[in-house]
């Protein structure tokens, strides 16, 4: 399946490739941090405490890394895809466990298990439609003319956010 290019649906599927190499180089080199990000098509937001040197050091390398065909970079495990997947699957087995229950609390409780059995089977199915997803659809390993503009660190709530700006 090919995704059609258009423009702000490809940089914002170049910008979580980005977000995710990022985030892949800093996991290397802090083990113990905490990242999280949120792609668009004009960059993407990640959450870190790192300082914004360390940040553009691993923004740098990851679209330099990028650029020269490491695709492998642009994947996480712990992607949003693989929880909206998950997550859709399990609410579609539970509403399927539910069919035809009625209005009766008890009736609902005694499908209980049969829900959390659907729930749990589609939990399993999914996990690997989840990575594929995030490879044909959510994200684009090849960077393109994609450059880093801006990276800014400001504060969200009580949390460090930097904001790294693209065009391309």
């Not at 998950?86 to 609390?105: D, E, H, P, Q, Y």
């Not at 390993?141 to 450059?147: E, F, I, R, Y």
């Not at 990276?151 to 904001?163: E, F, L, Q, S």
Request: proline share 4%; with cysteine.
């Amino acid at each position: 399946m090919r995704i059609p290019e258009i423009p702000l649906i490809s940089n914002a599927r170049r910008n979580h490739a980005l977000e995710h190499a990022t985030i892949n180089i800093l996991r290397r080199k802090h083990k113990s941090k905490r990242f999280a990000g949120y792609s668009g098509a004009n960059g993407f937001w990640l959450y870190t405490d790192l300082s914004t040197e360390e940040v553009t050091e691993a923004v740098t390398e990851a679209l330099k890394r990028l650029q020269k065909g490491e695709s492998k970079l642009a994947f996480h495990p712990n992607c949003g895809t693989h929880l909206a997947v998950s997550g859709i699957a399990a609410g579609l087995g539970a509403f399927i466990g539910m069919w035809g229950v009625g209005n009766k609390t008890r009736d609902r409780l005694n499908r209980f298990p049969i829900v959390a059995l659907f729930a749990t089977i589609a939990l399993i199915i999914t996990k690997p439609l989840g990575i594929q997803v995030q490879k044909k659809v959510t994200t684009d390993p090849n960077p393109g003319s994609l450059t880093i503009t801006q990276i800014t660190r400001t504060m969200i709530g009580n949390k460090v956010a930097h904001r790294i700006t693209t065009k391309g």
